[in-house]
């Protein structure tokens, strides 16, 4: 084996920015983790690569899925809020189904969820309007 042993903490085979193994887990595993689970390095070349890229897709989808949120969620506050001009709720309503047909496009939701979260928003927006108008 090759493995080099510090502190009672294994060496990575390969080298990766320290950033990405923080992400990903591949930062230098002590033999008994706290939690008693046993983080194991893949020992082929191509199955590295794969948990990588596929770590790095995680986050990026958490991060598109946060900002979805936080869109969605500015745009129900724009319609719950009577004080608002339309122009801006139309907006923040615009930028929600923006970022909702976005992230189904590039799969990170299902397109039937987006579908529902188009319409429960524009229900939402079609109750105020007839809730400001009676």
Same mark, same amino acid.
């Given at each position: 084996m090759s493995r080099g042993i510090q502190s009672n903490k294994l060496q990575l085979e390969f080298a990766l920015p320290?950033?990405?193994?923080?992400? !990903?887990?591949?930062t230098l595993l002590s033999r008994n983790p706290p939690d008693k689970e046993e983080r194991?390095?893949?020992? !082929?070349? @191509?199955?590295?690569?794969? *948990? !990588?890229? @596929?770590?790095?897709? =995680?986050?990026?989808?958490? %991060? #598109?899925k @946060?900002?979805? &949120?936080?869109? *969605? &969620?500015?745009?129900?506050?724009a319609i719950d809020t009577p004080s608002t001009e339309v122009a801006e709720t139309t907006e923040a309503i615009r930028l929600a189904?923006? %970022?909702i047909d976005k992230t189904a496009e590039r799969g990170i939701i =299902?397109?039937?969820? #987006? %579908?529902?979260?188009? %319409?429960?928003?524009?229900?939402? #927006?079609?109750?105020? *309007? #007839?809730h400001a108008a009676a």
């Open positions: 320290l950033e990405i193994q923080n992400c !990903i887990g591949y194991f390095v893949p020992n !082929i070349k @191509s199955v590295k690569k794969d *948990v !990588i890229k @596929s770590r790095k897709n =995680h986050l990026r989808n958490i %991060s #598109a @946060s900002a979805l &949120k936080t869109f *969605v &969620k500015k745009a129900r506050i189904c923006k %970022s =299902h397109r039937n969820q #987006a %579908s529902r979260r188009k %319409s429960r928003l524009m229900k939402r #927006a079609n109750k105020a *309007v #007839a």
